[in-house]
């Protein structure tokens, strides 16, 4: 098991979740052991409002409820930033800093306010509206997603090319060699995994999702956000933020500007991502958030590296 300790003269890296990863009773366990969690919790049901506070779907749920886009993406924030709270109350009397950070598609935003580009208030207000454009469009041009398993990249794109005659359809999330998401309108989609399949494709299994994330689809998305984000003062990052659509970390304002103009429609890179921390010497991801989905794709990107939890974290402290 990996303590602190065992961090000390290692490059580290701090890694989130995005979308997908929720489950009813996230932070639970927080909320349980931790004021400042639970004051953080506190303030997100007044950041975001309605008729239904935050914390109570995060910890009651219904499932289709949390998992709306509307409420998933404010309530992983909300968790994952807990998260790092909690982390960070080990690491700085170690004198232990991270030397990057990355989030898998809505994760970046928490990897940002990490890095202390955003505040904790104005990112969650940034990604509730974020959830709430990407709802609308879904409904107004309704898509979907697919993970294909077992079929190299090259062939998936030539795939995407001869399906996009049904419509709009491209690779989307980049996840780790031989799994990569494809997203697009859902007579491409269907199309899409019927050619995945006939060109040797070990799995074509369509997400759980009516939104064609990482897509074209998304455009008019990125038009209301860049909006938004006209009037947001961003911070410089205190750490590296290694940037989902090019794999290169942010390390300016600018840089995370052009970073958040195209993000919700631009494909995610996160093989590319993982193996820029590791080139720049970063030998321990520490995965905050709910489960454990980016360190079983770290582990399929470089299984000599190391992935660790919070809770792998707090039980070696507590030994």
Same mark, same amino acid.
């Given at each position: 098991?990996?303590?602190?300790?065992?961090?000390?003269?290692?490059?580290?890296?701090?890694?989130?979740?995005?979308?997908?990863?929720?489950?009813?009773?996230?932070?639970?366990?927080?909320?349980?052991?931790?004021?400042?969690?639970?004051?953080?919790?506190?303030?997100?049901?007044?950041?975001?409002?309605?008729?239904?506070?935050?914390?109570?779907?995060?910890?009651?749920?219904?499932?289709?409820?949390?998992?709306?886009?509307?409420?998933?993406?404010?309530?992983?924030?909300?968790?994952?930033?807990?998260?790092?709270?909690?982390?960070?109350?080990?690491?700085?009397?170690?004198?232990?800093?991270?030397?990057?950070?990355?989030?898998?598609?809505?994760?970046?935003?928490?990897?940002?306010?990490?890095?202390?580009?955003?505040?904790?208030?104005?990112?969650?207000?940034?990604?509730?509206?974020?959830?709430?454009?990407?709802?609308?469009?879904?409904?107004?041009?309704?898509?979907?997603?697919?993970?294909?398993?077992?079929?190299?990249?090259?062939?998936?794109?030539?795939?995407?090319?001869?399906?996009?005659?049904?419509?709009?359809?491209?690779?989307?999330?980049?996840?780790?060699?031989?799994?990569?998401?494809?997203?697009?309108?859902?007579?491409?989609?269907?199309?899409?995994?019927?050619? #995945?399949?006939? %060109? +040797?494709?070990?799995?074509?299994?369509?997400?759980? &999702?009516?939104?064609? !994330?990482?897509?074209? @689809?998304? $455009?008019?998305?990125?038009?209301?956000?860049?909006?938004?984000?006209?009037?947001?003062?961003?911070?410089?990052?205190?750490?590296?933020?290694?940037?989902?659509?090019?794999?290169?970390?942010?390390?300016?304002?600018?840089?995370?500007?052009?970073?958040?103009?195209?993000?919700?429609?631009?494909?995610?890179?996160?093989?590319?991502?993982?193996?820029?921390?590791?080139?720049?010497?970063?030998?321990?991801?520490?995965?905050?958030?709910?489960? #454990?989905?980016? %360190? +079983?794709?770290?582990?399929?990107?470089?299984?000599? &590296?190391?992935?660790? !939890?919070?809770?792998? @974290?707090? $039980?070696?402290?507590?030994?």
């Amino acid at each position: 098991m990996t303590t602190i300790t065992d961090l000390l003269g290692t490059s580290f890296a701090i890694v989130y979740p995005g979308q997908g990863s929720q489950v009813v009773g996230m932070g639970d366990d927080l909320l349980a052991t931790s004021e400042a969690a639970r004051d953080l919790y506190a303030a997100a049901d007044r950041i975001v409002g309605g008729s239904q506070p935050l914390s109570q779907i995060m910890h009651e749920g219904p499932d289709d409820v949390l998992a709306d886009t509307w409420n998933a993406q404010p309530a992983l924030l909300t968790h994952s930033i807990a998260a790092w709270q909690a982390t960070e109350t080990l690491l700085v009397p170690a004198g232990l800093r991270p030397s990057m950070t990355a989030g898998h598609s809505l994760g970046e935003f928490t990897a940002l306010v990490t890095a202390d580009v955003l505040d904790f208030a104005t990112a969650l207000t940034l990604v509730r509206e974020r959830g709430r454009l990407m709802k609308e469009a879904g409904e107004k041009r309704p898509g979907g997603m697919a993970a294909i398993l077992g079929l190299d990249d090259d062939v998936l794109e030539e795939v995407c090319v001869e399906a996009s005659a049904e419509g709009i359809i491209n690779l989307a999330n980049a996840n780790c060699p031989g799994q990569t998401v494809i997203s697009g309108e859902v007579v491409a989609l269907e199309k899409a995994m019927e050619l #995945a399949k006939a %060109a +040797g494709a070990k799995r074509a299994a369509r997400l759980n &999702v009516s939104i064609a !994330s990482h897509s074209p @689809l998304m $455009a008019e998305v990125s038009a209301e956000l860049n909006r938004l984000l006209d009037d947001i003062d961003l911070r410089t990052p205190q750490i590296p933020v290694v940037a989902n659509t090019t794999g290169r970390p942010l390390t300016t304002v600018d840089e995370v500007r052009d970073e958040l103009r195209h993000h919700v429609e631009l494909p995610v890179q996160w093989t590319t991502s993982v193996r820029t921390m590791i080139d720049a010497g970063v030998q321990v991801f520490v995965e905050l958030g709910a489960g #454990a989905v980016l %360190a +079983g794709l770290i582990k399929r990107i470089d299984r000599g &590296v190391k992935t660790v !939890s919070l809770a792998d @974290l707090r $039980a070696a402290a507590s030994e």
